[in-house]
């Protein structure tokens, strides 16, 4: 029974990690840079590492990801004390 166990966390990590990286071979080729077309106009916030990508979700994931940890945490300090 053990080894069904074992064999169905390793199956489900190799799943979860094949699931998480097949979205990155269906990106699309990145456009040319600004000004390729030969003229002179070039704007600095284009240029810029990043360029204009949005960050606000990804801080809204990773807040809620530290709220669950902590959260977790203290559930677990709680019970540690009251045991």
Do not use: C, W
Not at 45 to 52: F, I, P, R, V, Y
């Amino acid at each position: 029974m053990r080894n069904i166990i074992k064999s169905g966390k390793k199956l489900l990590v190799i799943l979860t990690f094949s699931a998480l990286t097949y979205g990155g071979y269906a990106q699309t080729e990145p456009p040319p840079p600004p000004g390729g077309d030969g003229s002179t106009n070039t704007n600095d916030a284009d240029n810029q590492l990043g360029g204009k990508a949005h960050v606000g979700g990804g801080i809204m994931i990773l807040l809620t990801l530290a709220v669950a940890y902590g959260g977790k945490r203290f559930y677990e300090l709680h019970k540690e004390v009251n045991a």
